[in-house]
Every structure is written in structure tokens, then in C-alpha cells.
């Protein structure tokens, strides 16, 4: 008798109505793509659970890749056996072996199935007293115990678990809608983007790419951030634009203090137009409120004015050490801290201004026409599609910007 299969138990979304099952098929279409590595692996779905049968491949390898898909809860190992007190004794033996060194237990069973004879309550020392027969040092506690083993009787037969493993939460990705995200190469946007992903929404990106003044090595690093959110769902495709034409004019001929909330108003401009391209009805950023001068309440104001469509910003009322904490978690902190900079911190004013207003940022640019800018940048765009271990780069020119142009 072995572990065969995981079990996965649902979160939030147990407690969707007549839509959940749409929920569980996006759900299984996401655990299939993260387990496409490994083919011998299927999944079957049952009245509220969800199960891998591994089938011989590699149980935690599985259980690594699992862990990472939005929408679940928690996951067990697990054994299936008959509605049978002897297979059912065998079965809780082995699942308090394979915890190492416990010295503990406690046994909860769940019987979901009424026709089984032993209630749940009397189960439970039938099953624990087997282990303390078969054991040496071994205590029951059911406060504290090193290990719970927990047996569900079900229509189909009884399924037992002695660990469980926490999932990623949230919903599946894909379930409420598509986002673009302004990934830049630092530490607060991939980690917007995750959270965003967590909530059940799919990403596109969108990196704004300023070369010579930056470099391939930074564009390397939005690719790298890109896999790494991946993980967590399906392809992003990263929308590259080219940005040095528009950041030159906005040097030449802004004032300082507002060269850096014009930028940031041509970059909504340009990704309200990639958005609608593609069919996304909003936008996701890493602003956190007073972080740095585009991002105060003035600033995202002022910024705002240029789209209609709404601003996903999940770190609004994060400070910085908690970001860098789900950072870490996630494996884009490393990524973030490379040093090649993205094109943010080129031209940066010595004095942004903090409270920027509508007015002055439209008389500005009211004396400059910037319509060919974005056009040409649009035109000259490409599209790299990114998977957790996959990279497809189109650098040909999109002419279906033609028709928003």
C-alpha cells in the first residue's frame, strides 16, 4: 500500500453557487497545464474534491507544482481504500509511518457517507488504537499532535492523509477576467501581478523599453520576473515598446518638475491602447500610496486623467517590507535586485513634483503634439510569450494597431 494520488481541497471557490463548476473546470485546466511535464499524472474531479493520481510519477515534484495553482486550499498526500475496518487500519499505520519521527497522533475521521455502519466518533479509537498496537513510544493527543491523520469516508471508498500542504489560495487563474500589467524590472510590480493573479484574473503585460539608456541585460530581467509569475498561471504575453523617442521629447520639451508624471501619462496612453487591442478591460500597476512622487494621491490623479479604464493596484496600502516579503516568497526578489535599470529611472528630475495638477499637465501638453510618438511606438512594438519554461519572441510589426491608431 502506497500514496497513489493528492488530494486537493477548494477555498473560496466551495462557496460559488450554480457557477462553481466552471470554477472546478478552469481549476483542472490549470492543474493539467502545470503538470504537462508530467504525462503520466490525471485528474479526476469528485463531489467537492480534487485528485492527481500520480501514477508513478514523482509524488512531490507533483505536490511542488500543485501548491502554486490558484484556487486550492490545501493538499494531501493520499491513500484510497475500500469502506473496509481492516484496509482502513492498514491504511492509517502507513500514513503515521510516513511521518518521520512523530511521536504523536490524532486520527479525524469524516464520514460523508451515512450508510458506512461506524460513526465517526467511534471510528476514531478504532483506528488510533490500531496504531498504538503497532507503534512503540506513541501517544494519542488531540491538541498538539506531531501528525493528524484524517480518514474521509466517501460513496467511493475511504480516503486517508496524514499531512496537509497549503495551496495558493484565491481562484483559479482565468476565472475573473484579464488584466495588463505595467511590468517594470523592480520589486513592486511582479509582485502586483501575482497578487492580481491570485484573485482569479489572467495577465498580459506591458514593459516600456528605452534603449540605448537601457539595456537588453533589463529587459532580460522583465522576461526572467515574467517566468517566474508563469508558475502561478498561464502564458503572459509581454507587450515591448519602444519608449526612447517619447522620453527624449518629454526631456526636451516638459518641464522638469512634471517630466516624470508626463511619462507616466504617455505609458497609461499606450497601455489603455494595447488593452483594448487585445480585448483587457483594465489595467494593473505596483503603485503603493506615497511611496515615491508619482505615486501620492495628486499623482495617481493627475496620471488617471489620460484612461477610462480601471487601475488594478493591489499594493495601494502595502509598505515596502511587506512587499519585499511576498517578493521573496513568490522568487522575484532576486530577480528585481539585479542591477540593470528599467526606464523609469531615465531623465528623472531632481524635483518631481509631488502634488502635480490636471490643468498644468494638460497645458503642457497642449504645446507639444506627441500623436506620431505613440503611434510609431505602437507600430515598432512586439510581443514576447512567456511560460514557466518557454520563450517566444514575435518582433514583427503589429499592424492591427492600424485601426486604434
Known amino acids: 500500500m502506497n500514496f497513489d494520488r493528492i488530494m486537493i481541497r477548494y477555498g473560496e471557490m466551495a462557496l460559488k453557487g450554480k457557477n462553481k463548476k466552471a470554477f472546478e473546470q478552469k481549476l483542472q485546466s490549470n492543474i493539467a497545464r502545470m503538470l504537462r511535464k508530467h504525462p503520466e499524472t490525471t485528474i479526476q474531479k469528485t463531489q467537492g474534491r480534487m485528485f492527481v493520481h500520480l501514477n508513478g510519477e514523482d509524488p512531490h515534484e507533483v505536490m511542488q507544482k500543485c501548491q502554486n495553482v490558484f484556487g486550492i486550499h490545501s493538499l494531501s498526500f493520499t491513500v484510497k481504500v475500500d469502506k473496509e475496518e481492516e484496509q482502513m487500519k492498514e491504511a492509517v499505520l502507513l500514513a503515521f509511518n510516513e511521518a518521520n519521527d512523530a511521536k504523536s497522533f490524532k486520527i479525524s475521521s469524516k464520514r460523508t457517507d451515512k450508510t458506512f455502519p ?55 487563474v482565468g476565472t475573473t477576467g484579464k ?132 487601475i488594478v493596484r493591489p499594493l495601494v496600502s502595502m509598505d515596502k517590507l511587506e512587499i519585499i516579503d511576498i517578493a521573496r516568497k513568490i522568487g522575484t526578489y532576486d530577480i528585481s535586485i539585479r542591477p540593470f535599470e528599467d526606464c523609469c529611472t531615465v531623465f528623472v528630475p531632481k524635483a518631481p513634483k509631488t502634488k502635480p495638477n490636471r490643468e498644468k499637465a494638460n497645458y503642457y501638453e497642449s504645446n507639444t503634439d506627441f500623436t506620431q510618438d505613440i503611434d510609431d511606438a505602437l507600430e515598432e512594438s512586439y510581443v514576447i510569450e512567456v511560460t514557466a519554461d518557454h520563450i517566444k519572441t514575435n518582433q514583427q510589426k503589429d499592424d492591427e494597431f492600424s485601426d486604434l491608431l
Do not use: C
Open 118 to 172: 461506524i460513526p465517526s466518533q467511534e471510528m476514531n479509537p478504532i483506528l488510533g488504537g490500531h496504531i498504538l498496537r503497532n507503534t512503540e513510544n506513541v501517544k494519542v493527543d488531540v491538541h498538539n499532535p506531531d501528525v493528524e491523520i484524517k480518514v474521509e469516508v466517501r460513496h467511493e471508498g475511504t480516503y486517508v492523509t496524514a499531512q496537509d500542504y497549503p495551496g495558493g489560495g484565491g481562484l483559479p
Open 179 to 310: 488584466s495588463l500589467l505595467m511590468l517594470s524590472g523592480g520589486i513592486d510590480s511582479p509582485v502586483s501581478g501575482y497578487l492580481t493573479m491570485k484573485r482569479g484574473v489572467e495577465i498580459d503585460a506591458v514593459h516600456f523599453h528605452s534603449p540605448p539608456y537601457t539595456s537588453e541585460r533589463a529587459k532580460q530581467k522583465v522576461i526572467d520576473l515574467a517566468q517566474e509569475l508563469a508558475k502561478y498561471g498561464s502564458k503572459i504575453n509581454i507587450h515591448v515598446i519602444p519608449f526612447t523617442g517619447i522620453q527624449q521629447k518629454i526631456h526636451r520639451e516638459m518641464p522638469e518638475g512634471y517630466s516624470m508624471t508626463i511619462m507616466r501619462r504617455m505609458m497609461m496612453r499606450i497601455s489603455e491602447k494595447v488593452a483594448s487591442k487585445e480585448n483587457i478591460l483594465s489595467l494593473t500597476t505596483g503603485e503603493s500610496l506615497g511611496q515615491v512622487a508619482s505615486q501620492t494621491m495628486e499623482s495617481m490623479n493627475t496620471i488617471n486623467e489620460v484612461t477610462n479604464y480601471p
